[in-house]
C-alpha cells in the first residue's frame, strides 16, 4: 500500500457507497454499506433516452456522488481535479487511497473495449505501480487490478456516457467525527429521498424517469434497427440486431448498475429495516417490503434480457421482451410509489 498502508480492498454491492465504505474503514470505521447507501440518498432511477439505434440508459439511482451520508457522520470530505496522472499520484502521497469516477467502459480489465459506456461508475485508486500504472480497487472484482496511467487517465476524461465527469473530480475522505445515530438522522434522509424521487424536477429520474421508461421502450423496434457491434457479458465482440443490443444494456445495467438485481432496491430494503429497528416504527420496515417486491420484478426481467444480446433470437421474440420491459417498469413503478407515498407522511 501507500505511505498510510490502511486500505483493504474488498467487494461490495454499489460501487459508490462501496468505495466510501473501504475510505471510511481505512479511517477506522465501520459502517455497513445499506447505511451509507441510505443516508447518501443516491437511490431513484434514470432513464436517458439516446439519439438513433444507440442503446437507452437505465440506471437505478439519480444522484452522484451527493456526500449527504459523509455530512451527516462528521466526515470531512476533499474535492480535488488532477488533470492529469502526476496529479492524481501527488494526492496518493498523503491519502490512503482516493475516490475517483470514471467510464466503466474504458476500464480495461472489464474487456468492454468502450463499446458500451458508464459515465458513473466509481473506483478507488490505491497506489502507484512502477512508473505508468495504478493499483485500483474496484468493488465488483475479489482483487485490486493494475491499471495503466493512460487508460486511467482516459476512463476518468471520457465523455462517452452520461453522467460525465469533465473536472476529474476525485475525492479524499477524512475520518469520521461521529458514529450516525439512525433515529435521528434516518428519517431526514427518508424525507429527502421521498421528495426527490416523487417530485425530482425532470422527467428522466425518479418515478417519472420510470414513467417515461415505460412508454419509451415500445417505440424501441422502430428506433432500434439494423446491425451494430457490441461485445457480451464475456468480453467477446459479436454483430447482434440494434434491438438486440438495447435489451443486453438494459439486462446489463439491471444486473450490473443496480436497477433491479440483488442490488439498489434490497439495499435499499435492508436500510429502512434497520431503521425500523432503530425508530421502533413499522412503517419503515413495511416500505422495506415493497421495495424487497420491486427488486424482484427487475430483477425476473434483468434475468431474462442479456441473452437476447448472445442468441440468435427472432425480432418478434425481441418485441415480446420490449414488452416485458415496459409491463415491468409500470408495475415497478406502481410498487415503489406507493412505498415512497405512505413514507412521505411520517
Known amino acids: 500500500m501507500n505511505a498510510s498502508g490502511r486500505y483493504v480492498h474488498r467487494r461490495g454491492i454499489h460501487c459508490e457507497t462501496a468505495c466510501q465504505c473501504a475510505l471510511l474503514a481505512a479511517a477506522g470505521h465501520a459502517v455497513d454499506e445499506e447505511v451509507v447507501f441510505g443516508l447518501d440518498g443516491g437511490f431513484g432511477f434514470s432513464f436517458f433516452p439516446a439519439n438513433g439505434n444507440a442503446p437507452d440508459i437505465v440506471v437505478g439511482k439519480q444522484a452522484v456522488m451527493p456526500l449527504r451520508a459523509a455530512r451527516l457522520m462528521g466526515v470531512e470530505v476533499a474535492a480535488h481535479t488532477p488533470g492529469s496522472s502526476a496529479g492524481l499520484a ?32 466509481f473506483v478507488n485508486v490505491v497506489r502507484i505501480l512502477g512508473a505508468d500504472a495504478f493499483e485500483v480497487s474496484d468493488p465488483a472484482f475479489d482483487e485490486t487490478v493494475s491499471v495503466t496511467a493512460d487508460a486511467l487517465e482516459a476512463a476518468r476524461s471520457s465523455r462517452n456516457s452520461p453522467p460525465l465527469n469533465p473536472d476529474r473530480r476525485v475525492y479524499v475522505l477524512g475520518a469520521p467525527r461521529r458514529t450516525p445515530r439512525l433515529d435521528l438522522v434516518g428519517p431526514v434522509a427518508v424525507r429527502n429521498l421521498c421528495r426527490e424521487v416523487l417530485r425530482p424536477g425532470s422527467r428522466h429520474l425518479g418515478i417519472p424517469g420510470m414513467k417515461l421508461l415505460a412508454t419509451t421502450a415500445p417505440s424501441w423496434p422502430q428506433s432500434k434497427q439494423g446491425e451494430v457491434e457490441d461485445v457480451d457479458l464475456t468480453g467477446r465482440v459479436v454483430r447482434v440486431d440494434a434491438l438486440a443490443r438495447q435489451l443486453l444494456h438494459v439486462g446489463r445495467q439491471i444486473e450490473s448498475f443496480g436497477t433491479g438485481g440483488g442490488l439498489f432496491r434490497p439495499m435499499l430494503g435492508r436500510y429502512l429495516t434497520k431503521l425500523a429497528d432503530g425508530t421502533g416504527d413499522t412503517r419503515y420496515a413495511d416500505a422495506a417490503a415493497h421495495f424487497h417486491e420491486s427488486g424482484r420484478l427487475w430483477s425476473a426481467l434483468g434475468a431474462t434480457l442479456p441473452a437476447a444480446g448472445t442468441t440468435a433470437t427472432a425480432r418478434d421474440d425481441l418485441k415480446t421482451l420490449v414488452d416485458a420491459v415496459a409491463d415491468t417498469a409500470r408495475s415497478a413503478m406502481d410498487v415503489e410509489k406507493r412505498a415512497l407515498t405512505a413514507l412521505s407522511t411520517l
Open 90 to 121: 501527488k494526492l496518493l502521497d498523503s491519502a490512503p487511497a482516493v475516490m475517483t469516477r470514471v467510464d466503466l467502459g474504458l476500464l480495461p480489465y472489464w474487456g468492454l473495449d468502450g463499446r458500451s459506456s458508464f459515465g458513473g461508475y
